[in-house]
């Protein structure tokens, strides 16, 4: 008789079966249901089978007690409450309170369930400590008649004892590895009074089809398993597992990789199939969308970041996600165009309240900002409370239909999180709203959330929770050297040989050895087919198989099914993928565009870069940056110099001032430019406002003397004026930055850089990638222009970069002739230059309007290294063949 057998049969028979987790509780009741119906049997009594810690609480709250027992999260946060305060104003502040907490509870139940005191015995720093912190939490619970869950087995069996627990005569503890000290009391009490308790052992007839695989690394060791399980499923097999050791740590890795080799369609669809294949262990409920969707709502304050902002304004949880969709979304647009990374609540509020079509939004800014004042102290379960009206407010969970996961997290975080919340109210003082959010955080977080759901023919499960359970098939995976067995880890709050003295868990290799043998026994009976596996490699350190599996005998190799990733099925095919050369999109039909002068840059780069920025509006997202962004940076200079040439208009002023009449003046020009400039946006710190006023100041002075004031004489004719001008088939605006005449008539065109990459060689190129400036020069027949240069503003490196008609026009500025490219080019004198580029710009402007799209960069670096489209044109996919579109 077999396990399985026996446990139906004295279950049938009324003996009480005490399992290691609820999964295996579920599995016994599924077989003994099972064998009810083939009996032929309508109406059963149920089985007396449940988890022992089920079990424990069920007996508790047999004899009236259930209030008493202290759930997880009120006994973590009592905990932090001993050692916060016992630790206020001590360097022991400095710990880190919840995992401290953690491991000082991880010994409290160790010493409780060992029945041992730390009286007595040498104690470290460390554990004097943690002897203090356990004495207040002992006499906090014994003040109010609090229990824990170590204090359950001896207070039962106290109780089966005493008669006011009816004593089972046969109990069966099934799934247990190793048994605890109070299943040893336990087992002791039954047998005591004459009844029986025994362990079904799991280590029956051990499978003779093992197959140790060793994997390249962790990815193709959980890409081999899936491939396994498929190639079980295409045969029609009905009962697979694979164990995972680790399966905390890697749930959603596997989960992904599984699904692609199972499931590839519900990749595209997003539509997950529990019934092919389902894991033990559920994500964190606060991982859900829903529920994270409540949790950033909540969690908003005063000021934002734009992630905030934009996660509020994209989120399908909130009210008028789908109304305003479109409006929400330009918005977005629009808050990343300021390149800023925080914003005020009062200052979004404000720009949400212009717009009549964010009205929904902005009555969720209005309740959020009234959520935030709202800032008295209050016992946690009036916060639940006001966190549930604030959900209710904003609309949570938003205005579509939920589907059946959704609603199962909304109903456990009501259920249960902000439940576990209230039940906070006796443990806690009046806290802040921020507290009381920090809580119902981490409560969200210890939250396992699984969706209800049928198991399936495949189950994926941790080593623990795989005990008791049988399949046809196994693959247990992950089996290093460093895994089985693991290394020790004795708890530091108890002395280690009081630890090894008990034989306390994790506390010696032979306890963790000798666990270790257990479990591989156990499992090497679960299946008539088993595949034990290990990576060979972690990233680039080497990996040994775990001693305790056989050795890998590279003929014996699991069958494993094709590939069924899309992307491998693609690879895969025989069928050649279809080619269009869709080299160009339909020709404009409108003169006067937008885009400026950066329109033929995009055009002589990449045609596809215009195409897709310029015809299409396709930008990607501007990213914020901490500070002044670079752009902002290089327009504050800009206007910094328009407003002082302004006021100079020529050299001859600027050199009528003294030092320290130049300094006041470029300080007060500075001054006017950032007030200026930020009068409508949003202005960073005043500290920081101030070193990059300084900082222009000192580069413009720098400037000046530098440059300006060594220069022959000037006068300034223009400075940022706008012009529509004639370009081939378009009309373009432009705006020149300055334009300089000297003494002699000859006129410059100048453009402000404070870049680093500037080069007048590309006023030279073929297709024309600076035609910023040549366009200025060529633009107006009216117009004569002499010279084009770059005004480079950058500390230590300020100078002109161009090219001018003659030699000594513009001090070191080279002139046409002093260009390699000219002769390339067979440009003899300035006359052929202007009709060069006048060619070059048409050109630019005919293949725009023309509608030509072709991937076709002008340089690998110059023209691919910071466009944002390399994702959309794969550039690097098509081995940089000319030509190539996409």
Excluded at 252 to 274: G, H
Excluded at 458 to 474: I, K, P
Excluded at 839 to 850: G, K, T, Y
């Amino acid at each position: 008789m077999n396990y399985l057998d026996r446990v139906i049969s004295a279950a049938g028979s009324g003996a009480l079966v005490l399992t290691a987790n609820k999964r295996l509780s579920r599995y016994l009741h599924s077989c003994f249901d099972q064998q009810m119906q083939e009996e032929g049997k309508s109406v059963w009594s149920t089985p007396q089978i449940f988890s022992y810690e089920g079990w424990l609480s069920r007996c508790l709250e047999g004899l009236g007690d259930g209030w008493r027992l202290l759930n997880q999260q009120q006994q973590q946060c009592l905990w932090e409450e001993q050692i916060e305060s016992s630790s206020r104003g001590t360097t022991l502040e400095l710990l880190q309170l919840s995992k401290t907490a953690e491991k000082a509870i991880q010994a409290h139940c160790f010493l409780n369930e060992y029945n041992l005191s730390l009286e007595g015995q040498y104690l470290t720093e460390d554990q004097l400590v943690f002897s203090s912190w356990q004495r207040r939490y002992k006499d906090h619970c014994q003040q109010h008649h609090w229990l824990d869950q170590s204090d359950l087995p001896r207070l039962i069996c106290t109780a089966l004892k005493s008669g006011k627990l009816s004593l089972p005569q046969q109990v069966l503890l099934i799934g247990f590895d190793q048994l605890a000290p109070g299943l040893l009391l336990l087992m002791k009490t039954v047998n005591d009074a004459g009844g029986c308790c025994d362990e079904i052992s799991l280590q029956g007839e051990q499978s003779d089809k093992i197959v140790c695989y060793a994997a390249r690394d962790s990815h193709d060791e959980i890409e081999s398993a899936a491939r396994w399980a498929r190639s079980l499923l295409d045969r029609g097999e009905d009962s697979i597992g694979v164990v995972v050791p680790d399966l905390q740590q890697r749930r959603r890795q596997i989960e992904r990789i599984f699904r692609e080799q199972i499931d590839p369609a519900a990749s595209v669809t997003l539509n997950a199939d529990e019934a092919v294949f389902s894991l033990s262990l559920g994500g964190s409920l606060a991982e859900q969308g829903v529920v994270h969707a409540a949790l950033e709502s909540l969690g908003t304050g005063r000021q934002l970041s734009l992630d905030q902002i934009s996660f509020l304004l994209r989120t399908p949880y909130l009210d008028g996600a789908l109304r305003e969709a479109d409006s929400r979304a330009f918005l977005d647009q629009k808050l990343r165009s300021f390149r800023q990374q925080n914003f005020k609540l009062s200052r979004l509020k404000a720009l949400t309240e212009e717009k009549t079509n964010l009205a929904v939004f902005s009555q969720i800014l209005k309740t959020i900002q009234s959520a935030q004042q709202l800032n008295d102290k209050v016992l946690p379960g009036v916060w639940a409370a006001r966190f549930a009206d604030q959900l209710y407010s904003l609309g949570w969970p938003g205005e579509r239909s939920t589907a059946s996961s959704e609603f199962q997290a909304i109903k456990m975080w009501q259920e249960k999180a902000l439940t576990a919340l209230v039940a906070l109210d006796p443990l806690l003082p009046p806290i802040s709203r921020q507290r009381a959010f920090n809580l119902l955080r981490r409560i969200s977080q210890g939250i396992e959330f699984q969706p209800e759901g049928s198991a399936g023919p495949l189950q994926v499960v941790g080593l623990l929770e795989s005990s008791g359970l049988n399949f046809q098939h196994l693959w247990v995976m992950g089996l290093g050297e460093t895994v089985l067995p693991a290394r020790p880890q004795p708890n530091p709050f108890i002395p280690l040989a009081l630890q090894r003295d008990y034989d306390m868990p994790h506390a010696s290799a032979a306890r963790e050895l000798l666990f270790a043998e257990q479990v591989v026994a156990r499992l090497k009976s679960a299946s008539a087919e088993i595949v034990f596996s290990y990576p060979q490699r972690d990233g680039d350190s080497p990996l040994r198989p775990s001693p305790l599996i056989p050795s890998h005998n590279p003929e014996m190799f699991p069958p494993l099914a094709d590939f069924q990733d899309l992307s491998s099925l693609l690879k895969l095919s025989h069928h050649g993928m279809d080619t269009i050369a869709d080299h160009r999109g339909p020709r404009l039909d409108q003169a006067l565009v937008e885009g400026g002068t950066s329109l033929l840059k995009d055009q002589a780069h990449c045609p596809f870069r215009a195409f897709f920025h310029h015809r299409l509006h396709a930008q990607q997202f501007a990213e914020a940056t901490p500070g002044i962004a670079p752009m902002a940076r290089g327009d504050l200079v800009h206007l910094a110099l328009e407003l002082l040439w302004q006021q100079l208009r020529n050299q001859t002023d600027l050199l009528s001032l003294d030092e320290q009449q130049r300094t006041d003046l470029v300080k007060s020009q500075v001054t006017a430019a950032f007030a200026e400039y930020f009068a409508h946006k949003s202005a960073p710190a005043e500290q920081l406002l101030q070193l990059e006023t300084e900082r222009v100041v000192t580069l413009i002075q720098e400037w000046l003397v530098n440059v300006e004031i060594k220069r022959a004489p000037f006068q300034v004719l223009e400075t940022e004026q706008q012009h529509i001008e004639k370009i081939g088939p378009l009309q373009i605006r432009l705006k020149v930055d300055r334009i300089d005449q000297l003494e002699n008539g000859c006129r410059i065109v100048i453009d402000y850089k404070t870049g680093v990459d500037l080069h007048a060689e590309d006023f030279l190129s073929q297709p024309l990638i600076e035609p910023q400036l040549p366009i200025y020069a060529v633009a107006d027949p009216e117009f004569k222009a002499d010279g084009i240069v770059f005004a480079k503003l950058r500390r230590g490196e300020c100078r002109f970069v161009g090219v001018v008609r003659e030699k000594g026009l513009l001090g070191k500025v080279r002139e046409l002739s002093a260009y390699p490219q000219s002769l390339k080019l067979g440009l003899s004198d300035w006359a052929e230059l202007l009709v060069f580029w006048r060619q070059q710009i048409d050109q630019l402007a005919e293949s725009f309007v023309a509608g030509e799209a072709v991937v076709q960069p002008y340089d690998l670096t110059k023209s691919c290294q910071y466009c944002d489209l390399s994702g959309i044109c794969r550039i690097q996919d098509t081995s940089m063949n000319p030509g190539t579109s996409s």
